[in-house]
């Protein structure tokens, strides 16, 4: 009986983990999109766990201060006025944001979501690459 507890315990650190990976991936994929000209994308975000994965990102760094960010990651807040872009990690603050957020990226299911506003892209002047517009939706 220890054995297997013991191998659910590591099956369930090896997802993790994985999953972990699959968000670093997407993560720098995402930013390299939105900033393709820029060398380092500063990114500040409201959540412990995410500045861990931003902090394993070759071209991003995380930021203190609001000020100091080029894009906010946000997963919990719903205060922020500030006029920076912002991208959500969760489908509530996707909506909560709509008028001003670009995108989200989120687990549902299971599975990454990935999806950018094209009203709030464009008021940034924002082109993503062709590999990218399937994400692109007019409506949440």
Same mark, same amino acid.
């Given at each position: ?43 500040? *975000?409201?959540?412990?766990?995410? *500045? ?7 071209? !991003? $760094? /995380? ?5 100091? /960010?080029? %894009? ?9 006025? *500030?006029?920076?872009?912002?991208? !959500? ?8 944001? =709509?008028?001003?957020? %670009? ?14 506003? $094209? $009203? ?6 924002? =082109? ?13």
């Amino acid at each position: 009986m220890k054995k297997i507890l013991f191998l659910l315990l590591l099956l369930s650190f090896v997802l993790q983990a994985s999953q972990h990976t699959y968000e670093v991936k997407i993560y720098s994929t995402i930013f390299k999109a939105l900033f393709p000209n820029k060398t380092t994308v500063y990114v500040w *975000s409201d959540c412990d766990k995410k *500045s861990d994965i931003l902090h394993k990102i070759y071209n !991003v $760094r /995380a930021v203190n201060s609001i000020e100091d /960010a080029d %894009i906010l990651l946000l997963s919990k807040s719903k205060n922020i006025t *500030s006029k920076k872009m912002k991208f !959500v990690t969760n489908y509530k603050l996707l909506k909560h944001y =709509k008028k001003s957020v %670009i995108g989200g990226f989120y687990w549902k299911k299971g599975r990454p979501n990935i999806i950018f506003l $094209r $009203r709030n892209l464009q008021k940034y002047h924002i =082109k993503l690459p062709q590999s990218m517009q399937d994400y692109v939706e007019d409506n949440l």
